[in-house]
């Protein structure tokens, strides 16, 4: 890739409303980063916005540079070196940024999440199955957070543990896992989504969630409460076509309440490292995805648009409101062919008029 291709790629993903799957959409319709970039004022413009407001080069190569200081590195979504399960999910980070050794993601992955205010016992747990896990060649995926990330983290550092951040690659959340997380970017592996020098709001920690149960084969949750980010994670997971675990607890704890409820669900239960090698399978090389580049589709030119009738237009829109749809809905209820429909939500998209939801669900802002 071309050092003009990654500038144009970064531009494109940091340009306002180009979301993951908009940025996906875009690089399968024209091709290359470039090439979207150009079309974009015109897609932004069919959706009914002014003029777009594309992240200038300056921006872009600051952000590089900026990155490369810190000791880290862009990978972009098509590169080698990207996870191949990761690559698979709904939305993939179009670009992570990573310091530390990526051969770990090459390995099985088991993701371990759970309470924040978790109890020692959970804690205490959650650190031997880790330690437990990554004396048989397993790496650990966490998110860094309070407790049971905390705890799981700490078990792997014998042996390959990956710390996922809500924030920029350059701020440790919490302060006081800054030694844990210096040690895992030096040691082992860390990755953000976000640009250097972003803080962990809210909205970032869904996204820091699905990379976290999109880079690993199965997901185990100890302790959490029903409406927890944890929970979150394991229904990603699911939804991902990924093994879902679950620590079963005390009726009478409400930080037990999530993981019950899983169990319930048809989560594995989850009492040694053993039920977990068993909940996803014989592990041997054939289970581990290699590096590979990711398929290329051949491109689109912005001209198709135009062929676009208004009633194909207004028959998609008129469908839209504040309450999430499918997709699939929309393009059965339509009646317009897929790629149509398609076209019409990423114009309206770029043109910060509908947002996008988990499980392929669309809203108007």
Not at 33 to 55: F, N, S, T, W, Y
Not at 116 to 137: E, K, P
Request: some cysteine; aromatic content about 2%.
């Amino acid at each position: 890739m071309t050092p003009a291709e990654r500038l144009a790629r970064l531009r494109l993903i940091r340009t306002p409303h180009v979301g993951p799957v908009s940025w996906h959409q875009l690089m399968q319709r024209f091709g290359s980063g470039e090439a979207a970039l150009d079309a974009l004022p015109e897609l932004v413009l069919r959706g009914g916005a002014g003029k777009a407001r594309i992240v200038p080069i300056e921006v872009a190569e600051r952000e590089f540079a900026r990155v490369a200081d810190l000791g880290a590195r862009h990978i972009f979504s098509d590169e080698p070196e990207y996870s191949s399960l990761l690559r698979e999910v709904e939305g993939a980070p179009p670009v992570i940024v990573v310091r530390g050794d990526t051969a770990m993601l090459r390995r099985p992955c088991v993701a371990i999440v759970g309470a924040r205010n978790a109890s020692a016992i959970a804690c205490r747990f959650a650190r031997q199955l880790a330690a437990d896990l990554v004396a048989r060649d397993v790496t650990v995926v966490s998110g860094l957070a309070r407790g049971v990330d905390t705890a799981a983290h700490i078990g792997a550092l014998g042996g390959a543990t990956v710390g996922v951040i809500a924030s920029g690659i350059d701020i440790a959340f919490p302060p006081e896992n800054a030694a844990l997380q210096e040690k895992i970017a030096t040691d082992q592996l860390l990755i953000a989504e976000q640009p250097p020098g972003s803080e962990p709001l809210a909205r970032h920690f869904p996204s820091r969630n699905r990379i976290i149960a999109g880079l690993a084969h199965g997901t185990v949750v100890i302790e959490a409460a029903p409406r927890s980010g944890s929970l979150i994670t394991a229904r990603r997971a699911g939804d991902y076509g990924r093994e879902v675990m679950a620590v079963p607890g005390s009726p009478l704890d409400p930080r037990a309440q999530g993981c019950n409820l899983l169990i319930r669900e048809g989560a594995t239960l989850i009492q040694t490292v053993e039920d977990v090698l068993e909940a996803i399978g014989p592990i041997d090389r054939r289970m581990v995805r290699e590096p590979a580049p990711a398929p290329v589709t051949p491109p689109m030119h912005v001209d198709a648009a135009g062929s676009l009738r208004d009633n194909d237009r207004h028959s998609v829109v008129d469908l839209l409101g504040p309450t999430p749809v499918a997709v699939d809905e929309i393009i059965r209820l339509s009646g317009r062919p897929a790629p149509a429909v398609q076209l019409v939500l990423l114009e309206l998209e770029l043109a910060g008029r509908i947002e996008r939801h988990a499980g392929a669900r669309i809203s108007t802002v």
